[in-house]
């Protein structure tokens, strides 16, 4: 199984940007897909982004416009580039990998949007 380290979030002012890295034990190379989801207090885990093997995006319709995911082949690593954030993203961003019918999570990092 795959180990996955989150690292970038933190406390931003509403109109702000993050970004969230997700660094994999192993290559990214032969995934079925990598990315993102969060969970707010209350609420369930939804989407927010993931990228396929075959390069493509998927975003969730709350961060559409606002969120840019992008794979580094080369250093195991996704990004999330997270732009014009509002108090409503505010939730713990978990990584997540999938090779096969594996999924692995990462720990979670808080992202909190407040004034």
Known sequence: QVQLTESGGGLVQPGGSLRLSCAA??????INHMGWYRQAPGKERELVAVITSGGSMVYGDSVKGRFNISGDNTKNTVHLQMNSLKPEDTA????N???GAVRSWGRGTQVTVSS
């Open 25 to 30: 034990s192993r290559s990214i190379v032969s």
């Open 92 to 95: 713990v961003y978990y990584c």
């Open 97 to 99: 990998a999938a090779y």
